[in-house]
């Protein structure tokens, strides 16, 4: 028996040493992406400690008092709890729902396109929104939906009376996610006609053989070849359901839309840098973390029983 285990560990290390021999290069390519996942995402990961302790900068984090679960129960306790959750899903949720087909029907549509100028100039203007940035794209939504706004003159023409949307909480989400689509639309349909060109042309030929006119091809052939891609981002976006940034809410909200604006990282900002709150903010990262997770693996088991696409 020791015998057969030496015979094994001599093979083992001479096929890793033949195999470093013959990809030593590679591997040496492959070192600086490892040195930075190693030294920024999970060397950072020994931060999570701070949630399980009543940290304190001027000692750091190896001498503050450990507190063990109770930065998760006041966060849970905390009567603005249920109100950030409700908050954060039903914005992600809305923009899953509206915003994730949004650019696969607009790489779809550039794809039918047959005036070639035409699909560029589409193309080109859908993408430059993505590369304006944040704090230009707040103060547009902001000047659009003030009082005397774009916004407020086309309710003007319909009838309606000029109001600065921002200050009414019911506006706040379809003005949110209608900004995010046309930001990132153009964007995120790279992908997808990428995929749509490597689509076999004969399956579109067989189909137009079979009679199958345009809206049948987009039905029967363009889509079904999407679906592997679109399950992939799809897991992955559910894997972020949590993820809804501060940057453009702490710009665009006010007090008089807290109520359906605030978020679980506009809280944790407000907690953890505004009052230094470091362990208590940790903690609701790693839930947040967590929960995210938790849908990223439920989404994939999801998606590989009923489709059987999936991340593994």
């Given at each position: 028996?020791k015998?057969?285990?030496?015979v094994?560990?001599?093979?083992?290390?001479?096929v890793?040493?033949?195999d470093?021999?013959?990809?030593?290069?590679?591997?040496?390519?492959i070192?600086?992406?490892?040195?930075y996942?190693?030294?920024?995402s999970?060397?950072?990961m020994?931060?999570?400690?701070i949630a399980?302790?009543?940290?304190r900068a001027?000692?750091g984090?190896?001498r503050s008092?450990?507190?063990?679960?109770?930065?998760?129960?006041?966060?849970?306790?905390d009567p603005?709890?249920?109100?950030?959750?409700?908050?954060?899903?039903?914005i992600?949720?809305?923009g899953i729902v509206?915003?994730?087909?949004a650019p696969?029907?607009l790489?779809?549509l550039?794809?039918e396109?047959?005036?070639?100028?035409?699909?560029?100039?589409v193309q080109?203007?859908t993408?430059?929104?993505?590369f304006?940035?944040m704090?230009i794209?707040?103060?547009?939504?902001?000047?659009y939906a003030?009082?005397?706004?774009?916004?407020s003159?086309?309710?003007?023409l319909?009838?309606?009376?000029?109001?600065s949307?921002?200050m009414?909480?019911?506006?706040f989400y379809?003005?949110?996610?209608?900004s995010?689509?046309?930001?990132?639309?153009?964007?995120?349909s790279?992908?997808y006609?990428?995929a749509?060109?490597?689509?076999?042309q004969?399956?579109?030929?067989?189909?137009?053989?079979?009679?199958?006119?345009r809206?049948?091809?987009?039905f029967?052939?363009?889509?079904?070849?999407?679906?592997?891609?679109i399950?992939v981002?799809f897991?992955?976006?559910?894997?972020?359901i949590?993820n809804v940034?501060?940057?453009?809410?702490i710009?665009?909200?006010?007090?008089?839309?807290?109520?359906v604006?605030?978020?679980i990282?506009?809280?944790?900002?407000?907690r953890?840098?505004?009052?230094?709150?470091?362990g208590?903010?940790?903690?609701?990262?790693?839930?947040?973390s967590v929960?995210?997770?938790?849908?990223?693996v439920?989404?994939?088991?999801?998606?590989r029983r009923?489709t059987?696409?999936?991340?593994?």
């Open positions: 028996m015998e057969k285990n030496a094994k560990k001599d093979s083992l290390s001479r890793l040493k033949r470093f021999q013959q990809n030593k290069y590679k591997y040496l390519l070192l600086p992406v490892l040195a996942f190693i030294l920024f999970y060397k950072p020994t931060g999570l400690l399980f302790q009543d940290y001027n000692i984090m190896w008092p450990w507190v063990g679960l109770r930065n998760f129960r006041s966060f849970f306790n603005y709890f249920f109100r950030l959750l409700r908050n954060t899903v039903s992600s949720l809305l509206f915003g994730f087909p696969i029907l790489a779809i550039l794809n396109l047959k005036n070639v100028a035409f699909r560029r100039t080109t203007i993408y430059m929104p993505y304006i940035s704090v794209v707040a103060s547009l939504i902001r000047n003030s009082q005397n706004g774009i916004f003159q086309i309710a003007a319909f009838g309606g009376t000029g109001r949307y921002l009414f909480p019911q506006y379809p003005i949110y996610v209608i995010d689509i046309w930001q990132h639309i153009g964007w995120n790279i992908i006609l990428a749509i060109t490597g689509i076999d004969e399956q579109y030929e067989a189909a137009i053989i079979d009679g199958a006119g809206f049948r091809r987009i029967h052939v363009t889509i079904p070849n999407l679906l592997p891609i399950m981002l897991i992955l976006r559910m894997g972020g949590l940034g501060f940057e453009k809410i710009l665009l909200y006010n007090q008089s839309i807290y109520s604006a605030d978020v990282s506009t809280y944790v900002y407000r953890g840098i505004q009052e230094a709150a470091y208590f903010a940790t903690a609701v990262g790693l839930f947040n929960v995210n997770v938790v849908f990223l439920a989404a994939n088991r999801l998606s009923y059987e696409y999936g991340l593994y």
